[in-house]
């Protein structure tokens, strides 16, 4: 899923200003792939279906972790969330998006923007499942609950979750990570500098 190459950003212009800044845009977003991919594979390692190491965090602690929504060296240091704190999270560093507005060949790995499915209401969610490529048979990664962390399509999600505790199709959301542009600035990272 994560093995393809991403082509090259072309803008037109008559500086090289734009097509700086494109490059540096779309060089950050292959980071930022990279780091959310290399999270997934931690949390396959930890938390796969099949073997199920570390069982002791919930989806939403999962998928946040996946996105890299914690000031966190690795998955043992996530804290336990709850769906209250999940319902806050979500709340100050997601805002809801239509599905119509997702693009159609979305890739986690291509594009800036970070999906979210929430299932359940919002404000106390039930679980949480990454967009990771609209194109893909399974193209969402959670955790489920009583098994380990994997890759799911919708229908294997609506299975899971349509009829718990009154989860119908309409509980079924899509959110947008914040960028840190647009988050209040407490939440904004720290620079270290160490001698």
Known sequence: MYSHQIPGHQTKGNTGFQQC????????????????????????MMCDRDNPVYEQISSYGIALYALGCFDCPDLMSVGDIDACEAGEILQSQFSRVCPADIPNKYDIMEYPEKYLLVVGDPLFPEH????TDSLGQRPFFSKLPFFGSGFDSIEELMEEFIGIDGITFEDFHYFQKKTP???????????????
């Not at 779309?26 to 290399?38: A, F, N, P, T, V």
């Not at 949480?128 to 967009?131: G, K, N, S, W």
Request: glycine share 4%.
């Open 128 to 131: 949480f499942a990454v967009l």
């Open 21 to 44: 800044n494109a490059a540096h845009s779309q060089d950050h977003i292959r980071s930022e792939g990279l780091w959310i991919r290399e999270r997934i594979d931690e949390i396959l």
């Open 181 to 195: 542009s647009t988050m209040p600035s407490v939440s904004m990272g720290r620079i270290y500098i160490v001698r």
